[in-house]
């Protein structure tokens, strides 16, 4: 069976790749290396001995993702990342993630229409949720209420996507909310490669520790959290590519999609991390207070009953392992994929 997977070079794509090769599946990946390296995929065909067949393009451009399922018609689903996510940006440049994140995502639903490619694993996220209420988070929480242009992205395709399906009754959809994915494969060849100064927390502390940022900041330290600092549900990229898996399998063997969260259910607050991340590493970590981030929520951990449920799935590493495994790609490879 050939799985079309769109990003397939990004941090959660690599990942999520060489757990479909794994497998047994036949991968093929669209990428535009706007934020990933093709090194990654050239590990990842290390890693498992399989080959990876690379498209590299822009899910905007029509004529080139016609192509893509043109020349590979065994195409049986679609696992789409491919999209800009960084919550901060997303403030600064909401058009660029419209276009990318919305009208990429549209015509990709076109052609996989046109291609009668009709199971579609989108990668959604926790940030539709925007502030909740109250924690842990369950897929009935109410959503929309969406802090930044990175989260109104990812709500509008989930409502995209329902519209589409209910008009194309044979169309069907797992749609996967996520919290926060951390870490690296064990084998420290494939991890998260930021392009600048991270956005995501681990990455930053990762950093820090090299040597290659002096300090980390830490996005406001007033919260109403039980040491002021934002609470997360980190989850290891590893469990998270293998619920991706579960989820492919489960859409195949049903007459509807779903949607879920995938998470631990456990929060950790950013103090919490760096304290754990000393721990595991021996390596203090050197931090400053500063002002709240535009876009950010106080805390957000899911309830991963659904998901345990549906996808007979669970997060099996710990926060430990996590970091652990971080440090390892990173100091492994301080420059990302650029060593």
Request: overall charge negative; some cysteine; aromatic content about 8%.
């Amino acid at each position: 069976m050939k799985i079309l997977v769109t990003g397939g070079a990004g941090y959660i794509g690599s990942h999520t790749v060489l757990s479909l090769l794994e497998a047994g599946y036949k991968v093929v990946v669209v990428d535009n290396f706007s934020n990933s390296s093709p090194k990654a995929l050239e590990r990842v065909e290390d890693l498992t001995g399989c080959e990876i067949l690379l498209c590299e393009g822009d899910l905007t451009e029509r004529s080139f993702l016609r192509k893509v399922f043109s020349d590979h018609p065994e195409i049986s689903a679609v696992i789409h990342f491919a999209a800009f996510k960084a919550v901060g940006e997303s403030t600064i440049r909401p058009l660029s993630y419209y276009h990318n994140n919305v009208s990429g995502s549209i015509v990709l639903l076109e052609e996989m229409e046109s291609a009668q490619v009709r199971n579609l694993v989108f990668s959604s996220s926790c940030t539709v949720y925007g502030e909740p209420e109250n924690v842990p988070i369950s897929e009935d929480f109410p959503t929309g209420k969406v802090s930044s242009p990175y989260g109104r992205t990812k709500y509008m395709m989930e409502g995209i996507i329902a519209d589409h399906s209910s008009a194309n009754p044979a169309f069907k959809s797992a749609i996967l909310r996520y919290f926060n994915p951390a870490g690296a494969h064990s084998s420290g060849r494939i991890g998260e490669d930021p392009r600048g100064v991270p956005d995501n927390l681990v990455p930053f502390v990762c950093q820090v520790a090299t040597g290659k940022l002096e300090k980390l900041k830490i996005f406001g330290g007033d919260y109403p959290t039980r040491d002021g600092t934002a609470v997360r549900d980190y989850l290891h990229v590893v469990d998270l590519a293998e619920a991706h898996l579960r989820a492919l399998r489960t859409l195949e063997g049903r007459e509807k999609g779903f949607v879920c969260n995938l998470g631990t259910g456990r929060g950790a607050s950013v103090l919490e991390v760096i304290a754990a991340f000393e721990r595991a590493t021996g390596i203090r970590i050197p931090y400053e207070i500063v002002d709240r981030r535009a876009g950010d929520v106080t805390e957000a951990w899911a309830d991963p009953a659904y998901a345990e449920d549906l996808l007979n799935w669970k997060a099996r590493r710990t926060l430990e392992e996590m970091l652990t495994d971080a440090w390892c790609w990173q100091s492994g490879n301080p420059n990302g994929y650029g060593d």
